[in-house]
């Protein structure tokens, strides 16, 4: 089949970027590929749902640029499109006196990032949520919820609109990088297109390799395991109860998440998975446990966070252990008032040397763009990272035309 662009991957991204392209190209032939049977059923499918607001990002980087931006226009989007939110804002808060330094540097970032934060009391935060420890926090007013893979279908629905094509039970075995054209070929199909966009999260760093970039990311599969609030303490969490983040540490730690279709969910634990898709806490393929583990910046990572490592395992397999993390913020929590939820796998991009990259990271040719870190706030803010992706195309257009 012949097409203009092939975009590999029907998650939030990659169906953001094909609406935004189909918008400013009509006449140009597009295909998604994605292996699986539906859209959004990998990170997209298993997000918490939260509209962020980009308080955490260092100034002047895409996350922050792209979470501000973000988050309006996501907003924009599900009330043109009737998609149910609720901008119910989140709070931020310290647990001990010891947490008061970081969690002022994190509402002055807020101000540099020009959002819509105020600085509480213990008081103040005890109007907003009453069941809550805390000895200040921050109100982040922009923060919402909302179900990112309606989001996403309605992404997809208007691309065929615009004349695109949603090519699932496509699994990507082969890629062709030739002067003149891409070949990228499927269990179902083999495309010719001029450009080649990987949108592929977990099996980015495979494709982009398949289309010879010569990158030393690897994706690094962490587990987020999750519990839910049982109906009857759901009261427990009027808004969204976030933590103040170790500064050191590229997750936020455990916190209590609203979500739009109803329940309540208190997470991540996040472990090392040992194959790209690890949602079981035990699972191996040989071939991509190999790769991981044999991955030298694996171990100069957890040589840097060995107590954080063996403090998240241990959590993993011991309930106890994760109720007395989440009674740092509600004390009043109990084993018997959370129950298991299905874990969600983040596709962390690493460096040899250990680095975990923290900002979105694109590597690109003249023919082909790969999104090769896209961490959250992704799905808040696909609409921009669509943008960011078609203006990158838009660039090179005399180099495809």
């Known amino acids: 089949m012949k097409v203009d662009i092939v975009i590999v991957g029907a998650g939030i991204i990659g169906l953001s970027t094909a609406y935004q392209l189909s918008k400013m190209h009509p006449d140009k032939d597009i295909a998604v590929v994605d292996k699986e049977a539906e859209v959004a059923k990998h990170q997209t499918g298993h997000n918490s749902g939260v509209i962020h607001s980009g308080i955490y990002y260092k100034p002047g980087s895409y996350k922050a640029r792209f979470a501000r931006n973000g988050s309006k226009s996501m907003v924009e989007f599900c009330e043109k499109h009737q998609i149910e939110y609720n901008q119910c804002g989140k709070v931020i808060v310290a647990t001990s006196e010891s947490q008061l330094a970081n969690m002022n540097k994190l509402y002055e970032r807020g101000i540099e990032n020009g959002l819509d934060v105020e600085r509480l009391s213990r008081d103040e935060v005890k109007e907003i949520e009453p069941f809550v420890n805390t000895v200040g926090g921050i109100h982040v007013k922009n923060t919402g919820i909302v179900d990112f893979k309606k989001v996403t279908e309605k992404y997809a629905e208007l691309f065929i609109e615009n004349g695109g094509m949603l090519r699932l039970h496509n699994e990507v075995k082969d890629i062709q990088m030739e002067t003149e ?8 199909t083999t495309y010719e297109a001029d450009y080649l966009i990987n949108c592929a999260g977990l099996y980015s760093d495979k494709l982009a390799r398949m289309a010879r970039i010569e990158t030393d990311v690897q994706i690094i599969p962490f587990r987020g395991e999750y519990f839910e609030l049982d109906e009857r303490i759901e009261h427990y969490v009027k808004t969204l109860i976030y933590p103040v983040p170790n500064p050191d540490l590229p997750f936020l730690g455990v916190h209590f998440t609203n979500m739009i279709g109803g329940g309540v969910d208190v997470g991540p634990n996040a ?33 840097k966070n060995m107590k954080e490592a063996i403090g998240e395992y241990y959590r993993s397999f011991s309930k106890k252990a994760f109720v007395k993390e989440a009674q740092k913020l509600i004390p009043s929590l109990t084993a018997a008032d959370i129950k298991p939820m299905e874990a969600g796998v983040r596709a962390q991009a690493m460096k040899p040397d250990g680095t975990m990259l923290d900002d979105f990271y694109f590597e690109e040719n003249a023919s082909s763009l790969h999104v090769l870190n896209a961490p959250s706030p992704a799905a808040t803010c696909s609409i921009e990272i669509g943008k960011e992706i078609a203006k990158r195309f838009n660039q090179k257009m005399p180099a495809v035309t």
């Open 271 to 303: 472990v090392l998975g040992f194959k790209k898709e690890a949602y079981q806490k035990i699972g191996f393929n040989l071939k991509e446990t190999t790769q991981i583990i044999t991955f030298p910046g694996l171990y100069r990572m957890g040589i």
């Open 181 to 188: 054209k891409i070949t990228v070929v499927t269990n179902e």
